[in-house]
């Protein structure tokens, strides 16, 4: 099966820019989740859909940060004005979990968009 | 807040079994562990997981003690391309649950 495909790969912008990543996640998985990863560190979950409706999203700093998931599918990440802090890589993961499931299905994560802000 | 704690590095040499522990005290009845395996210039990648006892597979085993607080991560005869970043989560079966990850354990395989 075809994995998570992120897009763009890299990303530059000045502070005070605007920038949206894309996320096509793996076909049928029905949650989908965005990261934040800082260099040096875990990755920190920004916000977690399960089709198109936000199932969590309280990290994420709603006041510069967006993120739709149209038709339950694609989904797409938006940062607008972006700050220096902003500079991490950003992964998107989809997983095949529908509910209370017999196993845990695991994330199946993108090779991620790596955003620097000058 | 990472549920669980692992330590901060490893180091190994190639062809050494190397075990990771994790402790996850505050682990539910319901939770599964997970480990995953995070190259640079990658995202994270499933290596295991399990409920009790003990889980294998191609990659690794996994043990998990009765009491279920912790965990360790064996990897058999490791080589140079086993250096990555291994992270440890406790979640939940339902689809809501978060699934947050710590700092991880940064282990180096050297010649």
């Known amino acids: 099966e075809a994995g998570v495909a992120q897009s763009p790969r890299y990303k530059i912008i000045e502070k005070r820019q605007s920038v949206a990543f894309w996320c096509n996640p793996i076909?049928?998985?029905?949650?989908l989740y965005w990261y934040q990863q800082i260099l040096g560190q875990g990755p920190k979950l920004l916000i977690q859909f399960q089709n198109n409706g936000v199932v969590d999203d309280s990290q994420l700093p709603k006041d510069r940060f967006s993120a739709e998931r149209l038709k339950g599918v694609d989904s797409t990440l938006k940062i607008q004005p972006a700050k220096l802090e902003d500079s991490a890589v950003y992964l998107c993961a989809s997983s095949a979990r529908t509910g209370w499931d017999r196993e845990d299905s695991p994330l199946h994560f993108g090779n991620g968009t790596r955003l620097t802000v000058t | 807040l990472a549920k669980t704690t692992q330590p901060i590095s490893m180091d190994s040499y190639e062809g050494q079994e190397v075990n990771i522990t994790c402790s996850h005290n505050?682990?539910?009845?319901?939770?599964?562990i997970t480990w995953y395996q995070q190259f640079p210039s990658q995202g994270p990648r499933f290596i295991i997981q399990?409920?009790?006892t003990k889980v294998t597979n191609e990659v690794a085993s996994l043990f998990i003690p009765a009491d279920r607080k912790s965990s360790t991560l064996s990897l058999p005869r490791v080589s140079l391309s086993d250096t990555a970043v291994y992270y440890c989560l406790d979640n939940g079966m339902d689809s809501s649950y978060k699934l947050i990850f710590g700092s991880g354990t940064r282990l180096l395989v050297r010649p």
């Open positions: 076909s049928g998985h029905a949650t």
């Open positions: 505050n682990i539910a009845t319901n939770d599964y």
């Open positions: 399990g409920y009790k």
